[in-house]
C-alpha cells in the first residue's frame, strides 16, 4: 500500500465509510402476491420500514404484510438486514441484503457508507418520536474494474443500498 493509498483510506474512513464490508444478496422473483408473502421473512421484533400499496401512499410499515398487494417496500430486520420489495408490473422481486462485517468468506467484498434522506411520510405514520423522520440507507460500492492506464487503480462503482432504518437528524449524511 502506498501513502496515497493509506491517505485516501484514512480520507473515506473519517467520512464514515466503512472499508471492507462483505454483502449477501438474494433476490427471488415472484408470480403471486402470495408467494411475496411465503419470501418475506417471518416476523421479527425490530423489523420497521415503509410500505406502498394501490390504496395507500408510502406509510410505515411493522409487522405482517398487508392483505392487498405490495407495490413497493423497504423493511430494516435488523442492524445488518434488510428486505425489499417491488412489483414490476408482472411479478415482484423481493431482495434480502444482509451485512456480513466480520465474515470475510461470505457475500461481495465492497465499501459501505451511509446516506440519509428526506420522508414523505404523513404526520400519522411517522415513527413514534420523529417530527421529521429521515429515511437511512447503507450504500455499497463494489470493484468494477482496474484503471485502463494503471493496473494498480481500482475503480469502484454503486451497486447497491439498503435501507437501515430512521433518523431525525436534519442534516444531510450523503
Sequence with gaps: MTDLD???????????A??????????ERCETFDAVK??????????????CTPSSTPTRWRGEPPAEPILAAELA????????????????LVTTIAEHPHDAS?????LGDELSLRSTLEDGHRPRGLDRPRLVYRRFWRLA???PEDASL???????????????DTKEIA
Design 6 to 16: 493509506a491517505r485516501v483510506i484514512d480520507l473515506l474512513r473519517n467520512a464514515g
Design 18 to 27: 466503512h472499508l471492507d464490508q462483505r454483502i449477501a444478496v438474494h433476490t
Design 38 to 51: 411465503r419470501a418475506l421473512p417471518g416476523p421479527t421484533p425490530d423489523a420497521d420500514g415503509w410500505i
Design 77 to 92: 430486520l435488523d442492524a445488518h438486514r434488510s428486505v425489499h420489495v417491488r412489483h414490476t408490473g408482472s411479478a415482484w
Design 106 to 110: 461470505e457475500g461481495t467484498r465492497c
Design 145 to 147: 474494474s482496474r484503471g
Design 154 to 168: 481500482d475503480v469502484l462503482q454503486p451497486w447497491i443500498a439498503r435501507f437501515a432504518g430512521w433518523s431525525e
